[in-house]
């Protein structure tokens, strides 16, 4: 980067950091560090929100989803406004109610102890995993843009996150979030606007989707059920549905949000605003990925998108094989551009039977070019079984550094920092105060002071940060992010809602049968993961109805057993 965008950057992130804590001004007590005193209003909450939930693996991976896959990983939101409305009338309303800190809090009043502790510990496990991805992903920018080892700049990057929300805590992550989102949505359309404006002089924006249709990436909605296929719209409406009920519902992430709205409307107002905003968003940031494959069809991209692994393997055994696959990857492109100027032609004299010709020579030629890769990433694989492969999280990095005018690519850059920081620090806010509420107050110390549980939240801010640096070393193992954070959370959120629907609207089952039922029901979630049983987002709605039925049948068969004697 130059040294104009170095200067955006840093001026970009302290400006919001300093705001942020200066809004704050370090909480005094507990309930200001945890719930920011539940003064804030609908379009904070909505923001704050929207932020915890749109990390920066939103908008390093989702843009590169689109490169790869298409517009079709959208189906993924489509059951979210449906949540939205379930969590209105049920979840808000009770957790106001109660007055708690913690979603978790209400479990023990409705059940006992150890079912609270459960389900508490299972977000914990999720969410200090799920956070040390958010973590790493930022890293990736430094790594890359820097050169160096990413494990230097996950140090980095945690410490500084740690630091601000162990000072402010909710408020000034809030409030931080607030202003990152309002610079994230600027930063978005900025960014649609030049890859089209950096697409040649014959082709515009609607030119550039109708090449991107032809090549098969504008595959928005897949009717077909199948529970093997991971992007639907069956899977997206029913398991969407069963996930976004519980990360919004349950994840102490996102409650930590809306309970710090000063009224029940306020907080209804701020999640119905995220349901409504969310799929747009979400949309258009697969877009600009799509619409980033456009360009690089006109312009030779990269044989592999992640410059520090490249380094490594042209200084290997492996170099001249290396540059053998450049080459055959480069003629390939050269090939193609008959028939992409040819798809163009066909496009602006409405062609269509050329224009399905040269899409079809192009689908041939993008499959050729997707062999190549796979035998690239074989390559890095022989030369370091460690080495990160999984190229999808740097394309659109590699696109923004490498194409965007100066003083744009440190403001882009920091749009993706931002993201990283607001939805890291509200991860380690409600982890912090899980750990405290849930946990510490309840079992270690039940009569201490504000001031004690005020230090005891910045201790636990430290310990989870940690545990999520330690987290962040590992993810590159994970391959593309935004799947596997909510692959991660289909692991568990299926089993927590079970445990809070059937808290809800079950209300002759007692903790003992929740509490094994959720045992048993988690077991089985792990099990159908490690053995790929069906496609992830069909684990949520398994592990919830799991833990409802197998709650009323333990229920029915001890009470029948009592009765009996």
Known sequence: MSLIDWIVLVITLLSIISYGVWKSRGAKNIHGFLLADRKLQWYHIGLSVMATQASAITFLSAPGQGFNDGLRFVQFYFGLPLAMVVLCITFIPIFHKLNVYTAYEYLEKRFDNKTRSLTAFLFLLQRGLSTGITIYAPAIILSTILNININYTILANGVLVIAYTVYGGTKAVSYTQMLQMTIMFGGLFLAAYMVVHLLPANVGFADALHIAGKMNKLNTIDTKFDLNNRYNIWSGIIGGFFLHLSYFGTDQSQVGRYLTGSSVTQSRLGVIMNGLVK????????????????????????????KVEVNRIENSEF????????????????????????????????NTKAADEAGEQLQVFDKKNTAIRKEAVTLMERNSRLADTNDINYIFLTFVTQQMPVGIIGLLIAIIFLAAMGSTASGLNSLASTTVVDFYKRLFKKQGSDKNYLSASRWATVFW??????????????????????????????????????????????????????LIAESFIVYAW????????????????????????????????????
């Open 319 to 350: 170099k001249e094989q290396y540059k053998m696959l450049e080459s055959d990857y480069e003629i390939v492109f050269k090939q193609k551009q008959v028939y992409i100027n040819n798809l163009v032609d066909a496009i602006h004299t409405n």
């Open 465 to 518: 940060g940690m545990f999520c640096i330690i987290a962040a070393l590992y993810a590159s193992k994970l391959g593309n992010m935004i799947e596997a954070v909510n692959i991660l959370g289909s692991l568990f959120y299926g089993t927590i809602l079970g445990i809070f629907l059937v808290a809800f609207y079950m209300k002759k089952i007692s903790g003992n049968a929740v509490f094994y039922a959720a």
């Open 279 to 306: 799929i747009p968003m979400q949309f258009f940031i697969l877009l600009i990925g799509v619409l980033v494959f456009t360009f690089y069809q006109f312009h030779q991209s990269p044989l592999m998108f992640n």
């Open 530 to 565: 490690i053995t790929n049983l069906t496609a992830f987002l069909w684990l949520n709605v398994i592990g919830c109805l799991m833990v409802m039925i197998l709650s009323f049948l333990i229920q029915y068969f001890y009470n029948n057993h009592t009765s009996a004697k």
